[in-house]
């Protein structure tokens, strides 16, 4: 049973482009979360999908959406990149948040 | 102040100690509480959860949740080389909040053969 899979694993940006995040869910979950960890820190909340639709965000800028399609996987973009944007972005699927997330292994983003 | 601070680490212990992690918080809202190991280049992995103050265990873990103290505990016993991560605290509200969490910024344990 394949977990959380994102891609790609590693993309090297220039400052003021435009980047595209792809994650499939865990079979069976239907609740979708991004998550930015910054080095030696513990993720944060971006925003969560569900049915199609942004249910809460975080305390991040416009400049950061998102999309879920009818087959749950998700989309993270991020626009006008900023050098502050590098880290590893997380998604995490859930069919219960209350219970926790199965997360994928990352994307690691870097700015420059 | 963050809402949730996490001792910060890092920890160093031999194989076979008995490991505490803690993590204290301040939003009385915090409802659910979770443990997730984190390897090196990896994705956070969900290790326990629990909803109630009290202890809850599984194999080797054990996790600990006093709401009158707002402070959460992870114990491992007998720790292993394998147990070498870093372990991050994360909670969050009911309902609608639950599906934001709000995580710590990790331990780092070492365990030592």
């Known amino acids: 049973d394949a977990g959380v899979t994102q891609s790609p694993t590693h993309l090297i940006k220039t400052r003021g482009q435009q980047v595209t995040l792809r994650c499939s869910p865990k079979?069976?979950?239907?609740?979708v979360s991004w998550y930015q960890q910054a080095l030696g820190q513990g993720p944060q909340f971006i925003f969560q999908y569900y049915e199609e639709e942004e249910r809460q965000r975080g305390n991040f800028p416009d400049r950061f959406s998102g999309h879920q399609f009818p087959n749950y996987s998700s989309e993270l973009n991020v626009n006008a990149l900023l050098l502050g944007d590098s880290a590893l972005y997380l998604c995490?699927?859930?069919?219960?948040?209350?219970?926790?997330?199965?997360f994928g292994s990352g994307t690691r983003l870097t700015v420059v | 102040q963050k809402e949730v601070e996490q001792d910060p680490g890092p920890l160093s212990v031999p194989e076979g100690a008995i490991v505490s992690l803690n993590c204290t918080y301040s939003?009385?809202?915090?409802?659910?509480f979770m443990w997730y190991r984190q390897y090196s280049r990896k994705g956070p992995e969900l290790l326990m959860y629990t909803y109630s103050s009290g202890n809850k265990e599984d194999g080797r873990f054990t996790a600990q949740v006093d709401k009158s103290s707002k402070y959460i505990s992870l114990f491992i016993r007998d720790s292993q080389p394998s147990d070498s991560a870093t372990y991050l605290c994360a909670m969050s509200g009911r309902n609608t909040n639950a599906g934001k969490s709000t995580f710590g910024d990790g331990t780092t344990l070492t365990v030592k053969p």
């Open positions: 079979s069976g979950h239907d609740t």
């Open positions: 939003n009385s809202a915090f409802q659910y």
């Open positions: 995490a699927s859930s069919w219960d948040a209350a219970y926790g997330y199965t």
